[in-house]
């Protein structure tokens, strides 16, 4: 698959592209010229509102030991206990290798979609503000929009207000 510069997508960058169309999304995986390890980098690159960024992040479960992907808006801060009181268990940061082997993507490149390992997800409904948001395709350079209910959808999520 190409990037909309004709050039190949990263192989990380192409399973999410393979993902979203298999799940009947038209958006298509852009490659930023700057990397957006950031929600802040990432709405800078695209021009628009930290908020309309769905960055992912996951927790690790204590006990457990399960992962937990949270798609929060780029302006929201995630409230740890509301998380840990929604899943049912505390929760913990992830290391990076944790993050890896779970999700299949390095920090700053996790999209919500096409993870290596099934994940507990809880989407925020603070997206719902914007008609379109972005989220990281796979890699810290690549991103694709979509709207808040088919990122809701293909995430397999619940939706939380995380804040």
């Given at each position: 698959?190409?990037?909309?510069?004709?050039?190949?997508?990263?192989?990380s960058a192409q399973r999410v592209q393979a993902a979203l169309l298999a799940a009947g999304v038209a958006a298509?995986?852009?490659?930023?010229?700057?990397?957006?390890?950031?929600?802040?980098?990432?709405?800078?690159?695209?021009?628009?509102?930290?908020?309309q960024i769905a960055k992912s992040l996951i927790f690790r479960a204590a006990p457990s030991g399960r992962a937990v992907l949270v798609i929060a808006a780029g302006d929201r801060r995630v409230d740890e206990a509301r998380l840990a009181a929604a899943l049912g268990e505390s929760i913990e940061r992830a290391t990076p290798e944790f993050v890896r082997e779970h999700a299949g993507?390095?920090?700053g490149g996790v999209?919500?979609?096409?993870?290596?390992?099934?994940?507990r997800t809880f989407v925020?409904?603070?997206l719902r503000r914007f008609a379109v948001v972005w989220?990281?395709?796979?890699?810290?350079?690549?991103?694709?929009?979509?709207?808040?209910?088919e990122l809701l959808r293909v995430s397999s999520g619940t939706e939380l207000a995380v804040d």
């Open positions: 698959m190409s990037a909309a510069d004709g050039s190949l997508l990263p192989a298509r995986v852009i490659e930023l010229a700057v990397a957006a390890r950031t929600a802040q980098q990432a709405a800078d690159a695209l021009g628009i509102a930290v908020g993507f390095a920090i999209a919500p979609v096409a993870h290596a390992r099934p994940m925020d409904a603070s989220a990281a395709g796979g890699t810290p350079h690549c991103v694709f929009p979509i709207t808040p209910g």
